[in-house]
């Protein structure tokens, strides 16, 4: 069944308020549904309830003294919004120039490859001396460099 549809008219049919054919339409619901009708009962005995206190006339100057009263009540502290939107806006900014000065000094630093290439280089061309001691080292050139370089003697 579609209570929620009923539950929101309910007030409504206790109060009086509904079309001729909305409150038979919601009638027709209340006799197949049994937690519409006791929710009906407890609107309508909240409805009598309310309906059975003492009516009471409110105070000829009450609008005068809720005035008085709101006038005389401390004001409220507003929130500067355009204040926190520049601290806002603040935070990320930071977090650029922090990111910016991170990757200047990063640039700044030497790589490990540099810290190689700048140790002495002695050791390294010991060994290249060393590798060409080793090669074969014919006096007169070779077949192959005739070709490739178009030399003759």
Known sequence: MNCKRYERQL????EGDLSPAQAQAFEAHLQACPHCQRQLEAAQATYRALHALPRRRAPENLS????????AAPARRRI????????IALAPALGLLAAAMWWGWQALQPSPAANTLAEDPTESLVELHEQLELADWSPSPTPSYF???????
């Open 64 to 71: 005068e003294q809720v005035r008085r009263r709101i006038a």
């Open 147 to 153: 070709i490739s370089t178009g030399y003759t003697r």
């Open 11 to 14: 007030w409504a049919y206790v």
């Open 80 to 87: 500067d919004w355009a204040h926190w939107g520049r601290r």
